[in-house]
């Protein structure tokens, strides 16, 4: 198990490099002068000894890996860079924003779990019911509605004809609970409704075919009482390719904040990541992806160690 830990590790690390290299890469080569972008002006006011200055404090006139080099020299010091739109240091800004994100992400995976573990565990226990029929179709009509236009449909519902909710802003759960959730509703529907739906069919069918093992025949046959059955013993056994489909939902969702952000202006990355792009900061968009991709890689990571705890019959290190 030892060695296996090290080899994710390993494998994590890598994978961040080599992100970290594509999201360097295409900032690199996307059009525009960064320096006009930096300036905010154009470079009618400058002389051509002042724009080789300026190109040179920036390392735009060395080799594309000296850049590269520098950058990431600049990150492990903490050293993001500023960003053109607001002049603050990007760092800054995303210690301010990540926990916006992070609250809407997990309120997104809490919803997903919940209305995707119970439609699942129950369309399996009652196959062919009604209630089977209703959930499938529900779950299709999930996978098949963008989670923008269902957040739009809740808006109107919930805020302008029933006026329930708010429509939009953000409030930290951690400062204000009660106003926190109400702000959270909303959004976290729409961004975890989809997940919601793959995940109860993924339970479903992973149930459906637990159900049906002689162990848990066995376990009814001893008394145990069906809920016991159901809960403990056969959604414990189906768990690894449930857990699987949770941590790639997670890492998903936090990539998904993006246009939910926008549409109930939740001032979060995704926000920030959707202003630095029509404001063509370089800097603010290269650490929002950098931080995202990281993000899920971790989880990715998390979800593989899991794996150990929930199935002991796993051996790692290459011996059965």
């Not at 492990?76 to 924003?97: A, C, F, H």
């Not at 989809?194 to 159900?211: F, H, K, N, P, Y």
Request: aromatic share 10%; charged share 15%; no cysteine.
């Amino acid at each position: 198990m030892g060695v296996y830990i090290l080899q994710r590790l390993f494998q994590a690390v890598i994978v961040v490099i080599l992100v970290s290299m594509v999201v360097f890469g295409i900032m690199h080569y996307l059009p525009g002068d960064p320096i006009l972008v930096l300036s905010g002006i154009g470079m009618e006011g400058f002389s051509d000894e002042e724009i080789a200055e300026m190109r040179h404090k920036l390392l735009l006139d060395r080799p594309v890996y000296i850049q590269y080099g520098h950058w990431v020299w600049n990150l492990i010091q903490g050293d993001w860079g500023k960003s053109s739109s607001t002049n603050y240091p990007v760092l800054m800004e995303i210690k301010i924003r990540l926990p916006v994100t992070l609250q809407l992400a997990f309120g997104g995976w809490i919803i997903a779990l919940i209305v995707g573990l119970t439609t699942g565990v129950i369309s399996a226990v009652r196959r062919n019911s009604i209630m089977d029929t209703g959930a499938t179709l529900i779950s299709i009509f999930g996978v098949a509605m963008p989670n923008f236009w269902m957040g739009i449909l809740l808006i109107y519902l919930f805020s302008i004809v029933l006026d329930w909710l708010p429509t939009a802003g953000f409030v930290s759960v951690f400062e204000d609970p009660v106003q926190g959730i109400r702000h959270l509703i909303l959004p976290a529907i729409a961004l975890g409704f989809m997940q919601a739906a793959v995940l109860m069919r993924q339970t479903r069918s992973g149930m459906l075919e637990i159900l049906n093992q002689d162990y848990i025949k066995v376990a009814r046959a001893k008394g145990l009482t069906e809920r016991t059955v159901t809960w403990v013993h056969a959604l414990k056994n189906a768990s690894l390719p449930i857990l699987t489909i949770m941590g790639l939902q997670l890492g998903r969702l936090i990539g998904g904040t993006v246009i939910i952000e926008s549409i109930f202006g939740i001032p979060g990355l995704g926000r920030m990541a959707v202003q630095s792009i029509f404001m063509r900061d370089y800097m603010a968009l290269q650490g929002v992806v950098l931080i995202v991709a990281s993000g899920v890689v971790i989880i990715n990571l998390f979800t593989d160690l899991l794996y150990t705890f929930l199935d002991p019959r796993i051996r790692y290190g290459g011996r059965a």
